[in-house]
C-alpha cells in the first residue's frame, strides 16, 4: 500500500484549488463587499449552496457538466484534446465549486469590515482604486484572507463526495488521501486506513496550528 | 495655490433621512481658510465629499483658475485621484496598519522623504515617527491627519469639523497650530464646522449655509460681526526683548525696521526667548498696538 501518493495527492490538490480560489475569489469576494447591484443575492445564494447541498448532489451536477456530453467537458476536450472528468483538472474543477463559500465569505466579510474612510481618504491621495485595493483593504483584510485561505485548503483536503463523483478512484490521478482510506476500510485492512488516517489528522492540525498562530500574530501587530 | 468658484447642487430622496437638496454657490479665495459655518444637517460634509470628488453632483461646477473639476453641461467630474485634494476626515482615518511615517509618505511619496521629515517636524511628531496611530495621543492624531493632508501639496484642503470631538485646551491648541502651519505654507483651505467661536477664529473667508443654501458669503467680522473689519495683522518678526508680570508677558519684536510690542499669556512666551523668529497674528478688531 502506498501511503504517500494520495496524501501527495490531496495536498497538491488543496493547494492548486486554494490558489486559484484566491485568484478567483478575491476579486468576486471584493465585487460582492461593494455592489449595490440586485443581483447580488442571487450571486450570494449561488456560492453558499455548497455550504447546504450533499456532497453527492453537487458532484452529480458537476460531473453532468464535465462529462464527456457536458458543455464544459466537450470544450476543455477541444482545447486540450482530453476529458475532463475523472481526471486531476476535474478533481480541481469540482474542487474549486465545492469550497468556493469558505474562501468567499470570510474574505468578504473582512472587506466590508474595512473602514469605507480609508478607502475614500486613499482616493482624495491621488491613489488608484487598484492600488487603494493593494495597500490598504488587502492588508487590513489579512485576518480574513488567511481564513478564507485556510478553511479552503482544510475543506479541499477533507472532501470526499465530490472527489468520488467528478474523479471516481485511479490510483496517482484522482485517489485522494479520503478515497485512499474508505478503499482501506472496504479491504478490512484497518491498520493501512488508520496510517493515512492519523497522517491526514497530523497534516490538517498542523496546518491549522500554524496558521491559528500566525494569525493571532497578526491580530496582536494590528 | 488657487482659488475656486461652487456652483452645487445634489438632491437625496427622503431615504434613512428626510429628503434633502442642497443648492449651494460660493467662492473660495486663494491661499485662505474658508469656513463654511451652519447648523448640523445643513449640508457642511455633503460640500465636502462633492468638492473632493467622493460623491457626484447633479448640476452645477467646481472650478479654478487652471482647471475644472466638475461640470454638469459639459459631463465632466474628475475622480477624487485627479482632483489635488488633501481631507482631513472628522473621525481622521489614519491608516492603522501604517507607521507615523507612512501614514505621510503615503501621501507625499516614497521620494519625497524631505517633506514628510519637514512635515513631521513642523507637527513636532518628529520624534514618533515609527509609531503606530493607536499609540498617539488624540493631538498627535490629529496633528498626523493634517501633516498626512498636507502632504501632497494639495490645490484644496478639507477640513471637517477637524476639533470636534477635542477638549476646550486641545482645541485651543491646535487652531494656534492650524494657523502657524497656514502662515507657513499658505495652502487654501475650506473647513465645515457648527461651533461659531471656532468659525470666527480660523476664517479668512466665511460662508454661513443653512438647510443647503448659502445665507450669507463674505468677511468673518462681516458675516458673524455685521462689522467691516477684515483686515488682518499678520507678520514674521525677531523677539528683541520679554517683560513679564504674573500673567502676561510684553513681547518686544522686530519685523524690519518696523518695531511692535504684543502681550502674551506667559504660557505661550514660556516657549519662546529673546532672538527667536516668530509670528504675529491678529485680527484687526483684537490688536494692540503700542508706539515705539
Known amino acids: ?222 | 495655490m488657487i482659488g475656486f468658484d461652487v456652483d452645487i447642487k445634489k438632491s437625496f430622496p427622503k431615504g434613512r433621512g428626510e429628503a434633502f437638496s442642497l443648492d449651494a454657490a460660493f467662492s473660495i479665495p486663494e491661499g485662505k481658510i474658508t469656513v463654511i459655518f451652519g447648523p448640523s444637517g445643513s449640508g457642511k460634509s455633503t460640500i465636502l465629499r462633492l468638492l473632493a470628488g467622493l460623491e457626484k453632483g447633479e448640476h452645477g461646477r467646481i472650478q479654478n483658475s487652471g482647471k475644472t473639476w466638475f461640470d454638469s453641461a459639459k459631463g465632466l467630474d474628475l475622480s477624487p485621484k485627479d482632483r489635488k485634494t488633501g481631507y482631513l476626515f472628522q473621525d481622521l482615518a489614519l491608516f492603522p496598519h501604517l507607521s507615523v511615517m507612512q501614514n505621510i509618505l503615503y501621501t507625499a511619496g516614497k521620494r519625497n522623504l524631505a517633506k514628510a521629515e519637514e512635515l513631521l517636524e513642523m507637527t513636532q511628531l518628529g520624534g514618533l515617527k515609527d509609531s503606530s496611530p493607536d499609540e498617539l495621543s488624540g493631538g498627535e492624531r490629529q496633528r498626523l491627519a493634517l501633516a498626512r493632508a498636507l502632504a501632497g501639496s494639495p490645490d484644496l484642503l478639507l477640513l471637517d469639523e477637524p476639533f470636534s470631538a477635542l477638549d476646550r485646551e486641545l482645541k485651543k491648541k491646535l487652531y494656534d497650530e492650524l494657523t502657524k502651519l497656514h502662515f507657513s505654507l499658505g495652502f487654501t483651505a475650506v473647513m465645515v464646522t457648527h461651533d461659531m467661536a471656532e468659525a470666527y477664529r480660523l476664517a479668512e473667508h466665511a460662508v454661513i449655509l443653512n438647510k443647503g443654501r448659502v445665507t450669507k458669503e463674505g468677511p468673518p467680522e462681516e458675516v458673524f460681526l455685521g462689522k467691516s473689519l477684515s483686515t488682518r495683522i499678520q507678520l514674521y518678526a525677531q523677539v528683541i526683548a520679554m517683560e513679564s508680570d504674573e500673567i502676561h508677558t510684553l513681547l518686544t519684536v522686530k519685523e524690519g525696521i518696523r518695531t511692535f510690542r504684543v502681550f502674551v499669556d506667559n504660557e505661550e512666551a514660556g516657549k519662546i526667548e529673546i532672538g527667536d523668529e516668530v509670528i504675529v497674528a491678529a485680527k484687526a478688531s483684537d490688536a494692540l498696538v503700542f508706539k515705539v
Open chain 1, 1 to 222: 500500500m502506498d501511503v504517500f501518493q494520495p496524501i501527495a495527492l490531496s495536498l497538491k490538490l488543496s493547494l492548486v484549488t486554494t490558489l486559484l480560489l484566491f485568484l478567483f475569489g478575491i476579486p468576486l469576494s471584493y465585487w460582492l463587499s461593494v455592489t449595490c447591484l440586485k443581483v447580488k443575492p442571487l450571486i450570494e445564494a449561488v456560492v453558499a449552496l455548497p455550504i447546504v447541498l450533499p456532497p453527492t448532489v453537487l458532484g452529480f451536477y458537476i460531473l453532468l457538466a464535465i462529462g464527456s456530453n457536458g458543455p464544459l467537458g466537450k470544450l476543455f476536450e477541444a482545447l486540450f484534446d482530453q476529458g475532463l472528468a475523472f481526471s486531476f483538472a476535474g478533481l480541481v474543477f469540482g474542487s474549486f465549486f465545492y469550497s468556493l463559500p469558505f474562501a468567499i465569505q470570510p474574505i468578504q466579510s473582512a472587506f466590508e469590515s474595512v473602514d469605507r474612510r480609508l478607502v475614500e481618504a486613499s482616493w482624495t491621495m491621488g491613489k488608484s482604486k487598484f492600488e487603494t485595493f493593494i495597500r490598504i483593504i488587502i492588508p487590513l483584510s489579512k485576518r480574513g484572507l488567511i481564513t478564507g485561505g485556510v478553511l479552503s485548503f482544510a475543506h479541499t483536503m477533507g472532501e470526499f463526495g465530490v472527489v468520488l463523483m467528478v474523479g471516481g478512484n485511479i490510483p496517482g490521478v484522482t485517489k485522494v488521501a479520503s478515497i485512499a482510506i474508505y478503499d482501506e476500510v472496504q479491504a478490512m485492512n484497518y491498520s493501512g486506513a488508520n496510517i493515512i488516517s492519523l497522517a491526514l489528522l497530523l497534516l490538517s492540525f498542523s496546518v491549522l496550528l500554524i496558521v491559528y498562530m500566525f494569525n493571532r500574530k497578526v491580530v496582536r501587530a494590528a
